[in-house]
């Protein structure tokens, strides 16, 4: 029973974002517990004290370091029901700093530094994003960093992460630039 309501849940998933849950029906079949552990994940995701814009950016880079496709998608859908503007979006995915809003680029830049460990230019942007929406925005920015490179890794690493797929923006292809 509740393996039932649990594919029920991710199925609902999967239909709203045209996304392959193979792997987290896996996770369900294999033990419950371990679908329940995973989707704890959610909750650091969903810790939102930054601007949407900053969110969706640290997001993009975190998925991007693990995923070409179908997370990547996610995320890009996510931002356009958040309100995310298109052409922040495709600049977000193709690494375009002047076509992205000040906050996205902000979060992008400081997003990329932190995952490359350059200390040197994620300082002065760490500084710059509690200055300008303070510490609790850090640590959200941080978790949906972090948060945001678990789905792709679950599921490469459970062997499901077969395929890159194309990304749209509003149904058009980005060919998004590698974080």
Known sequence: MLKAILNAVVGRFERRYDYNVSYMRELI?????????FSKVQ??????????????AARLVGTLAEDCGPCTQIVVSMGEEEGVAPAVLKALLTGDESAMSADAALAWAFARASLARDIETADPLRDEIVRRWGR???ASIALAIASARVFPTVK??????KTCSKVQVKGEAVVPKAA
């Open 29 to 37: 079949d294999t033990d419950p517990a371990a679908f329940f552990a």
């Open 136 to 138: 609790k925005a850090l």
């Open 43 to 56: 909750g650091l995701g969903g810790y939102r004290k930054a601007p949407k814009d900053a969110l969706i």
């Open 156 to 161: 490469y690493a459970l062997g499901h992460g």
